[in-house]
DNA sequence: CTATTCACTTGCTAAATACAAGTGGATTTT
DNA sequence: AAAATCCACTTGTATTTAGCAAGTGAATAG
């Protein structure tokens, strides 16, 4: 039973360890972006997503991202058994800090494998990128493995 | 001996990823925001800085911190047992991360605690709070306890 | 020269993550 | 209509990381 970084930890006053006390982890910035960037909505789309979260860690962060307004769950309604995850209004809020990661990662190491076209569109067209998540759009598709 | 995050648990060719190899924890943002936001601090500030950081991870941190170029020590000229720690022009770069983080935390939930003129200086003037990081002037003091 | 400060280390416990193997209900296949 | 498969999880258990208390050694203060 893994506990989440919702278990305040930080709790003081302080609005990045207030952040870090929801997304201060490996993980959670990782559905996130797969949420944000991919348009990967299922459970088993984001354990399929690259890098190998383990399926216990996955439902834990799934609950405590729900639980912080961040996501919402809902039935697919073409099939009972699957899930769709969604960014809340709260959660495509992020989107500027998703956008700053990525170039910070794109300017300092080129091992960060940032896509050419999206870095680029990201400094030529930061609003444009930012319509286009809060539209729902994915702005880049998977490419690992 | 904690093993900093900067153990590649991801590796996967995407620069969020990445970016969370080298801060993807409850701790290293917080050390970077007190460097950042407070100028440039020792050993002794950091554990003084409010939330209880353990003293072997926070040597830890600080070792991985360096090696991924984030930050750089120096021995205090008035004092040799001291080491002063401040940002690289990389760890600099990470100010617009660091202020999308206070501005969200500060929208979407009042217990954050943003402080108010802080507030309000990153959404009126925030080519003016990143020119004051750049420029290693500190944007807001201690409040915590 | 003794006490204290400073930046850590070391050893141990507790908690979180990784890994492997279920479980149960919903579909699809035969 | 059974049987097999899919899907979103849960339930152990081993391994790793974080948290806590108590050093250590060099530098400085008294």
Known sequence: MPRS?????HDSDCPIAFALDIFGDRWTLLIIRDLMLRGEAT??????????????VLADRLRALEAAGIITAAQDPDNRRRKLYSLT???LDLAPVILEIIRWSDVHDHRAGTPRDLARRIEKDREGVLADIRAGRPVSRRRNR
């Open 89 to 91: 209004p709260k959660g």
């Open 43 to 56: 459970y088993g789309a984001f354990l399929g997503a690259g890098e190998g979260i383990a399926t216990n």
């Open 5 to 9: 970084p919702a278990a305040k930890i």
